[in-house]
């Protein structure tokens, strides 16, 4: 029995954020991120895209192309704060969520779906009970994968209601540029539309025949987007306990890049976010690793375990940069992310001594013991430590 796999995306969910701590700004041309020379929009509003302003571009150019930009600084810890708003909204409907990043997560609503006629009218009651309930908006696609689900959330934005069976996958899919299949990069959509797939029925039909020059231009990646394409591929939920052990968050760059500026950037973002969201937890990591997507969607991980725990920006954003810099400058990379793991409550952390730190403060206690003993047989205090000597001819 195939599964019902949700896709649920919050929509512009930063400038949303934004919008419901300054509602005067709703439907103005909107940009969260830095405002520096090395700044990035991390998000903006659809009145900002109107102009061609676009997530991961160089804040600099989204101010060239909307001079009326308005620009807001990131605000992670409200935007996790809403976030966890939005995680315990759908957990209320089905406990097999797996949270795929801040704003979106995959849900199992297979059990929950037996007995209800109109799917549509309940995720449009869905969607206007989380806006009633937060204030947020929110994209959802149906599917019996992860892939299709994705796919359908992305179809209709904002506010969009998609439902992809196997059946509808040319009918709804087909059409679509071919950039606009998941997992297809800018720089390869160029390549495979010079080959003559420029649409995604293009592509499903080329991979029917295994066709060799797709195969080439693909890689790796071919056999698993074939397998989307047709209705297959992942359709389990990863579940997490809701006491959390690790905090994590990723990025995809606006194209594949090896540039450290871009690449600092958006590891500094993602690190400033992870912080706010550890803190918001009130929590410390003992390891902190990091993850590098190449353009072949492989991914690599880093990690180091910390001589301290930590949930402070600066330390993680220095360890994150050295694990970078030791390992992956060589990389064209497409995403990146940072995790804190083997989080612990700080009233859990006690000082612990060293062997010789504790047997030197027991060697410490009993010689006071005795000179106060002699002091007091002597009525005088007479007798003190030579360290005690040292520090006050100092």
């Known amino acids: 029995m195939s599964k019902v796999i949700v896709h649920i995306d919050l929509n512009a969910f930063f400038v949303r954020c934004e919008e419901i701590k300054?509602?005067?700004?709703?439907?103005k041309p909107?940009?969260?991120g830095h405002d520096g020379r090395a700044g990035i929009v991390s998000?903006?509003?659809y009145k900002a895209r109107e102009?061609?302003?676009r997530s991961g571009m160089p804040m600099s150019k989204a101010k060239d192309l909307c001079r009326d930009l308005l620009i807001k600084p990131v605000d992670f810890h409200f935007y996790h704060m809403l976030s966890s708003e939005f995680v315990s909204f759908v957990r209320n409907y089905t406990k097999l969520v797996e949270i795929a990043s801040i704003d979106e997560v995959f849900a199992?609503?297979?059990?929950?779906?037996?007995?209800?006629n109109d799917v549509v009218g309940y995720f449009k009651e869905f969607q206007k009970k989380l806006f009633e309930t937060t204030k947020l908006k929110c994209s959802i696609g149906i599917g019996v994968t992860k892939f299709l689900a994705k796919?359908?959330?992305d179809y209709q934005k904002p506010m969009g209601l998609t439902i992809i069976r196997k059946k509808d996958i040319s009918k709804i899919l087909g059409p679509l540029p071919i950039r606009d299949l998941f997992g297809v990069g800018k720089k390869t959509a160029p390549r495979l539309e010079s080959i003559g797939i420029k649409t995604i029925q293009d592509f499903i039909n080329r991979s029917e025949i295994d066709d060799e020059e797709t195969k080439n231009i693909l890689g790796k990646s071919y056999y698993l987007l074939k397998d989307w394409v047709h209705g297959l591929g992942d359709d389990t939920i990863i579940t997490v306990p809701e006491d959390l052990k690790s905090i994590g968050n990723s990025t995809t760059l606006f194209e594949d890049t090896?540039?450290?500026e871009v690449i600092k950037n958006a590891f500094k973002e993602l690190s400033k976010e992870v912080s706010s969201r550890a803190i918001g937890e009130r929590k410390l990591a003992n390891t902190i690793q990091i993850m590098v997507k190449d353009t072949h969607y492989k991914a690599h991980n880093k990690s180091t375990t910390l001589p301290n725990p930590t949930n402070e920006f600066s330390d993680i954003f220095n360890v994150v940069m050295k694990l970078y810099e030791k390992n992956y400058t060589v990389l064209m990379i497409r995403a990146v992310g940072v995790t804190l793991q083997k989080l612990i409550d700080p009233i859990d952390m006690s000082i612990q001594m060293t062997l010789f730190d504790y047997e030197e403060h027991e060697k410490e206690s009993s010689t006071k013991l005795l000179i106060n003993e002699l002091n007091r047989n002597l009525k005088k205090p007479l007798l003190i430590r030579a360290s005690e000597v040292k520090r006050k001819k100092k």
């Open 30 to 32: 909107v940009a969260v």
């Open 258 to 260: 090896d540039n450290i």
């Open 108 to 116: 199992d609503f297979t059990e929950v779906l037996k007995d209800v």
């Open 22 to 27: 300054d509602p005067s700004i709703i439907g």
């Open 51 to 53: 102009y061609g302003v």
């Open 43 to 45: 998000t903006c509003s």
């Open 151 to 153: 796919m359908g959330s």
